[in-house]
């Protein structure tokens, strides 16, 4: 199962880990699916389109607005899209940050490394710089490259945890909770286990 070589994490405004989805008040809904993001619209989906109901498009990376969603996506480390999706503005902000990232070094399932969410905090953080006409003189200034909510440029990554999508696939189909933990704690998959179990005599 192709999922299960793919892993997310990610947390809403408040830092709180979340299943990798948001929908917004006009009910678009975000995801991160493998190493993209789909974005889904009941409303809006055609029939005559190219996703199966109700996505309406794939993001992998770039700056867009859709509707009442704005998304920034990264390309990073371990194949993966990094993003910020909010709805919002100041205080009323919600959305949320992370990514999905292919979840395996050689044979062994590593899930999302802490170096990937290390590479998507400094990438966040970086400054670009200019000069503004002041008077006569020239002032030089620096400025925020990427334009994100304030709630994500202090997101507390400490509360992060990481989940294999196949076995949250697993999960809701069986109804269970989706098992999560730590970067750089991950257990090897559910369809792993299945697999060695069926190789053994």
Not at 60 to 89: C, M
Not at 140 to 155: G, L, N, Q, V
Request: charged share 25%.
């Amino acid at each position: 199962m192709a999922l299960s070589n793919w892993d997310t994490l990610a947390l809403d405004e408040k830092s709180a880990p979340i299943s990798g989805a948001f929908k917004s008040p006009l009910g678009v809904v975000v995801e991160f699916y493998k190493n993209w993001l789909y974005v889904r619209d009941e409303k809006a989906w055609e029939e005559k389109g190219s996703f199966t109901k109700p996505t309406v498009m794939q993001v992998t990376s770039g700056e867009l607005r859709y509707k009442d969603v704005s998304i920034l996506a990264l390309r990073g480390p371990q194949n993966g899209v990094y993003a910020v999706v909010w709805t919002g503005y100041g205080l009323d902000v919600v959305g949320m940050i992370g990514c999905g990232v292919y979840g395996y070094e050689g044979e062994e399932f590593v899930g999302v490394l802490g170096s990937s969410i290390e590479w998507l905090k400094k990438e966040l953080s970086k400054k670009g710089s200019d000069t503004m006409q002041v008077g006569t003189e020239e002032r030089p200034y620096e400025f925020d490259i990427y334009d994100i909510p304030k709630p994500f440029k202090e997101t507390d990554w400490g509360k992060g945890l990481r989940f294999n999508q196949g076995d949250a696939y697993f999960a809701g189909a069986l109804g269970g909770a989706i098992p999560a933990t730590e970067p750089e704690k991950a257990e090897p998959t559910v369809m792993s286990q299945i697999l060695d179990k069926m190789e053994r005599p």
